[in-house]
């Protein structure tokens, strides 16, 4: 029997995989000040659900290329595989092993479902698909330090184009992108994650409701700065 591991990324409080495994809350962070974060895994399904764990160290490059490397041991995590009968839910914990120091450490934690076996163990050359969900965990520094640099927003070839560079000692994400005040929005990034020391060129499509006349009010919203611009987005460019 072959199986795929899908990986899924989201932005929400919860997330819903394939319809019946949820995890929630799907990003933790530990200040200073905290040592653990609980986690559920709830089964909606009629069938029990086997979950596994793995953990790897998240970094980026200072283009903002991510690394994903192996760390089983660099924080506790429990438990690291269990089984959820239909309807119920699972708690795992996740703890730091050290307390914080200067420089934040991200890592992604990934609940893995693993492809039930039919009855009679036979594989029959069935295609069962496994589906994995990486929560983010931030062990954040003694003193948050957040800094975001944000270029002059342009239109090339079609497109709100800009450079965030993470000047801070804090990971940012990029929530929305807001244009002008008839409701136009990005709200969907190949990459929403930026971590320190890395910075990284959006090329977004831009709403067709983005253009007008006049010069309109950009806001880059991360979730721990706004940036404010003005920038004339001419009509012909949504009209293409």
């Not at 000692?169 to 992108?177: A, W």
Request: proline share 8%; hydrophobic share 35%.
């Amino acid at each position: 029997m072959r199986w795929i591991l899908a990986t899924l990324f989201a932005t929400t409080a919860a997330v819903s995989l394939a319809g019946e495994f949820t995890v929630s809350p799907i990003r933790a962070e530990l200040p200073a000040t905290r040592n653990s974060e609980a986690i559920t895994v709830s089964n909606n399904g009629d069938s029990p659900l086997r979950v596994s764990l793995e953990l790897k160290r998240w970094t980026q490059d200072a283009s903002g290329n991510d690394t994903y490397t192996e760390a089983p041991d660099e924080l506790v995590y429990f438990p690291r595989q269990f089984e959820i009968p239909p309807k119920k839910k699972q708690v795992v914990r996740v703890a730091r092993r050290a307390p914080s120091d200067a420089k934040e450490l991200a890592y992604r934690l990934y609940f893995i479902e693993q492809p039930s076996m039919p009855a009679d163990g036979s594989q029959g050359g069935q295609l069962a698909m496994a589906v994995s969900f990486g929560v983010p965990v931030f062990i954040q520094p003694v003193k948050v330090s957040p800094k975001l640099t944000v270029s002059p927003v342009q239109i090339d070839q079609g497109k709100l184009t800009f450079t965030l560079s993470n000047d801070g000692n804090v990971t940012h994400r990029l929530r929305r992108v807001a244009i002008g005040n008839q409701g136009a929005s990005i709200n969907q990034f190949d990459n929403w994650y930026l971590q320190p020391g890395s910075s990284r060129n959006y090329q977004l499509a831009l709403p067709k409701n983005a253009c007008a006349d006049s010069p309109q009010r950009i806001v880059i919203e991360t979730d721990r700065s706004n940036n404010t611009q003005q920038l004339l987005i001419p009509q012909q460019v949504c009209s293409n």
